[in-house]
């Protein structure tokens, strides 16, 4: 059985920082593909970042630059590290899991197996 488990969502004001964790248990994540997805109020779920392999690693246009994903193989464990946030982030933010490593639709939520039960990022102005 597969399971992810988000922490570290949370309030803080624009330009701050926030590092969101999704602990995964049940598969490996060095064997799989993860990512981060986020949902504003009436909105429909939106691509953040992907990584697999350790290396091959994505992100949205919206989040470049600011967004980091990385991985902890020894701890399972996907990290989300958001810089110079905005009240636009505003959003609750679900890991993924594929389990298939070649996909190329990867930005699609349909893509993903397994989702975790999101952690709410709220960013004041």
């Known amino acids: 059985q597969v399971q992810l488990a988000e922490s570290g969502g949370g309030l803080v004001q624009a330009g701050d920082s926030l590092r969101l964790s999704c602990a995964a248990s049940?598969?490996?994540?060095?064997?799989?593909?993860m990512a981060w997805f986020r949902q504003a109020p009436g909105k429909e779920r939106e691509f953040v970042a992907m990584i697999r392999w350790g290396s091959e690693i994505y992100y949205s246009d919206s989040v470049k630059d600011r967004f980091t994903i990385s991985d902890d193989n020894a701890k399972n464990t996907v990290y989300l590290q958001m810089h110079s946030l905005k009240p636009e982030d505003t959003a609750v933010y679900y890991c993924?899991?594929?389990?298939?490593?070649?996909?190329?639709?990867?930005?699609?939520?349909?893509?993903?197996?397994?989702w975790g039960q999101g952690t709410q990022v709220t960013v004041s102005s």
């Open positions: 049940g598969e490996t994540i060095s064997r799989v593909t």
């Open positions: 993924a899991l594929d389990m298939y490593l070649y996909s190329m639709v990867y930005y699609r939520a349909a893509e993903y197996d397994y």
